[in-house]
């Protein structure tokens, strides 16, 4: 049953869809995320919200608060004996669970602080995690073991910190928001069922970014501006938060439709969004809750990925709206 006002431990003891040690690791990501919700919130009293000095393996600078929230990730998921493997945004090669402790059934790509060039501004940021079954039998941890299709995945799930921190998560049974009671300390169920109306008026896009986009993506966008005055008839208001935590979080709330497609600025990367822990959870989420997930060309759950940190074109949201677009590049 799922009753509003319930801890997302009782959410989980009450769902048939996972086992204890599931549920246990699911916990685990819910108690790291309180400890990054408390570093972002301080960050500026700490001094931590510039940047590291040092450059991740997507070549990005990457802040101080991206490399403390991947070490409170990895040090509370490499103790709880339920890992084989992690598979982190700030990270090159996949991250081992060190030999002290036990190793588990499940692997997690996360990207522990997703929209970080919103730290300093003091606007919505969050992290993003995927579950996925380890393979079965004694093996040695490698690459392969990461490179399933979004379909694989068991549990997906993101936190936002902004004016509260929301837990927004998915078993494969619907999607569900939590919102974090700092007076107990609990994330506690606000939001069942959640699910993303059809139709949309509103679209999120770096426009600064036009002139590299492709004719599908040019033609939808000039639409939409249009407005009344042009073939779509109605009129479209636009978002863009640089923060896809808070733009999949709005969708889910009240619709829209979010972009980051490819463009000739980036063509030769294959995308800005990665596949394994940014584009795949939230396409499970987004499809979980009625609304559709595509890369343009194809669904981005269907894609089979070629490397950990791959990046893929990213359309999400209102049904209606990105089948819309999904039709333009065909
Ligand atoms: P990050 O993981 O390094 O923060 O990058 C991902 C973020 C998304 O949250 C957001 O949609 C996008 O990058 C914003 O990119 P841009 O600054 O090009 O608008
Ligand atoms: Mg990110």
Redesign the pocket.
Same mark, same amino acid.
């Given at each position: 049953m799922t009753v509003k006002g319930q801890s997302v431990q009782q959410f989980l003891q009450n769902s048939d869809k996972v086992n204890a040690s599931l549920s246990q690791l699911i916990i685990t990501v819910t108690t790291a995320c309180k400890e990054i919700a408390d570093l972002v919130e301080r960050s500026s009293i700490l001094g931590v919200e510039g940047l590291a000095n040092s450059i991740n393996v997507?070549g990005?600078d990457q802040k101080q608060l %991206?490399v403390m929230s991947n070490d409170v990730m990895v040090e509370h998921l490499s103790a709880i004996g339920l890992l084989d493997a992690m598979v982190s945004?700030e990270i090159e090669d996949v991250i081992d669970i060190p030999s002290s402790y036990s190793k588990g059934e499940y692997l997690i790509c996360f990207?522990p /602080? %997703?929209? $970080?060039?919103n730290i300093d501004i003091n606007l919505s940021?969050g992290t993003i995690f995927s579950i996925l079954h380890a393979p079965k039998n004694n093996h040695k941890t490698s690459v392969d073991d990461f490179l399933k299709t979004g379909e694989e995945q068991i549990c997906a799930g993101f936190c936002v910190y902004g004016p509260s921190t929301m837990l927004i998560l998915t078993i494969g049974a619907g999607v569900f928001g939590f919102t974090l009671d700092k007076e107990s300390s609990e994330f506690v169920l606000t939001h069942p069922d959640m699910s993303i109306p059809e139709n949309t008026a509103e679209f999120a896009i #770096?426009m $600064? #970014?036009q002139r590299y986009w492709e004719p599908p993506v040019q033609r939808y966008i000039a639409e939409c501006i249009a407005g009344i005055d042009g073939s779509r008839e109605k009129n479209f208001n636009m978002r863009? #938060?640089? $923060?896809?935590?808070a733009?999949v979080y709005r969708i889910l709330v009240r619709g829209g439709i979010?972009m980051?497609p490819i463009d000739k600025k980036i063509a030769q990367q294959g995308g800005? /969004?990665?596949l394994l822990y940014?584009a795949n959870p939230m396409s499970f989420i987004i499809e979980q809750a009625g609304g559709v997930s595509s890369s343009g060309k194809q669904r981005i759950m269907a894609i089979k990925p070629d490397s950990i940190h791959q990046r893929v074109p990213v359309i999400l949201g209102s049904k209606n709206e990105v089948d819309r677009l999904v039709s333009y590049h065909q």
């Open positions: 997507q990005e %991206d945004e990207d /602080l %997703d929209g $970080s060039s940021v #770096n $600064s #970014n863009w #938060n640089a $923060s896809m935590v733009e979010f980051y800005k /969004l990665r940014e």
